[in-house]
């Protein structure tokens, strides 16, 4: 098994967050237990991943909502 998630460049869920919120989520997700990642499940399902959808399932803004500014 790789040491990090292979979904792990690029993922866009990073440009909503300052340096160390990236720092936490790629350390607890993307080259941890990146097997648990909800964003990582839909797209191996070939399902669409929402925008909003964080590593743990819970969601930074309501669907149908506009993202926060970046």
């Given at each position: 098994?790789?040491?990090?998630?292979?979904?792990?460049?690029?993922?866009p869920i990073y440009r909503h967050f300052r340096a160390?919120?990236?720092?936490?989520?790629?350390?607890?997700?993307?080259?941890?237990?990146?097997?648990?990642?909800?964003?990582?499940?839909?797209?191996?399902?070939?399902?669409?991943?929402?925008?909003?959808?964080?590593?743990?399932?819970?969601?930074?803004?309501?669907?149908?909502?506009?993202?926060?500014p970046s």
């Amino acid at each position: 098994m790789s040491a990090q998630c292979e979904f792990i460049e690029g993922c866009p869920i990073y440009r909503h967050f300052r340096a160390q919120a990236q720092h936490v989520f790629r350390e607890l997700y993307c080259e941890g237990d990146f097997a648990s990642c909800e964003r990582r499940k839909l797209r191996l399902a070939g399902q669409p991943v929402p925008a909003n959808l964080l590593p743990h399932g819970g969601t930074l803004w309501q669907n149908g909502e506009q993202p926060p500014p970046s």
